[in-house]
């Protein structure tokens, strides 16, 4: 499969959550603030960006995260909303580079590149 037949520039998504507990450096890091980590942030990225051209992929292909350049720029409290966009902003035959950004209720929290990989899953665990 060559991303570059079915994958545009400009595709995009969106995913929101609600800041839980188990999502903040206090949680994996005790005596840390319950504040919403930055590994859950990219998490949310990763994922907004593979929801943006999921439903372009051929049967028995899938993308995986290959790349992150990520700034983390403000706390989110527990309990704050955070919505998280992805948009496709170059296509390679195997290569998808995302935009990506969050926010939370009052200001952009989050931003950066992601890369994700196509890869065909029969192919993939073979190798394993």
């Known amino acids: 499969m060559d991303a570059r037949d079915v994958i545009k520039v400009g595709m995009s998504a969106e995913r929101s959550l609600v800041v839980p507990p188990d999502r903040t450096v206090g949680h994996f890091v005790p005596g840390m603030p319950m504040v919403y980590a930055t590994p859950m942030m990219i998490l ?48 390679e035959r195997r290569i998808i580079r995302f935009e990506v950004e969050a926010f939370d209720e009052n200001r952009r929290i989050g931003e950066g590149r992601h890369t ?13």
């Open 44 to 91: 949310e990225m990763e994922l907004a960006s593979a929801d943006a051209i999921k439903a372009c992929l051929e049967t028995g292909w899938v993308t995986v995260g290959t790349e992150v350049d990520i700034r983390h720029l403000a706390a989110t409290p527990v309990g704050a909303t955070v919505r998280t966009t992805a948009k496709v902003i170059a296509v």
């Open 116 to 128: 994700r990989g196509l890869v065909n899953v029969d192919a993939f665990s073979k190798r394993l």
